[in-house]
């Protein structure tokens, strides 16, 4: 056969072949690993994160996995940490000289989780933490470096 039929016949079975080839590269990500985000976990009185972290404006996924409410809160602090400043009740003094306060959230339900870009474009050590009432003094917080 030839003339147009003949010729809307043979592109079909190419276009039909092209498009399942776009579906299979689009589930798929063609080939290419979909990157993850990094994930800070929190549980009573732990803060589970990668220690290491490379440079940039990282976006991370916190979660509450535990059965209090928490918070991340991120400071790169200029002090060491034998220095960092409390309150009387054992709590982060968050406005202190020295504490360079990065990025703070709405606190986070138990199951719950909040995506947010944090900026950790300059090298160095960071505190991820939740403040929380007696959460600090319980030992929730967590030393990240930037390198």
């Known amino acids: 056969m030839t003339g147009p039929l003949h010729a809307k016949r043979i592109r079909r079975p190419a276009v039909l072949a092209a498009c399942a080839g776009l579906v299979a590269c689009v589930l798929t990500g063609c080939g290419h690993v979909l990157p993850q985000l990094p994930t800070?976990?929190?549980t009573e009185f732990k803060i589970d994160i990668s220690t290491t972290q490379a440079p940039g404006n990282t976006t991370f996924v916190f979660s509450n996995a535990g059965s209090l409410t928490h918070e991340v809160l991120v400071f790169r602090p200029s002090l060491p940490e034998n220095q960092l400043a409390v309150d009387g009740d054992g709590n982060l003094s968050e406005d202190a000289a020295g504490m360079n306060k990065i990025s703070d959230g709405?606190?986070?339900?138990?199951?719950?989780?909040q995506t947010r870009?944090?900026?950790?474009t300059t090298p160095g050590r960071y505190l991820f933490v939740c403040n929380l009432p007696g959460h600090y003094k319980a030992g929730m917080f967590t030393w990240v470096t930037v390198k």
């Open 40 to 42: 800070a976990i929190e």
């Open 106 to 113: 709405d606190n986070i339900n138990p199951g719950q989780t």
């Open 117 to 120: 870009a944090v900026d950790l």
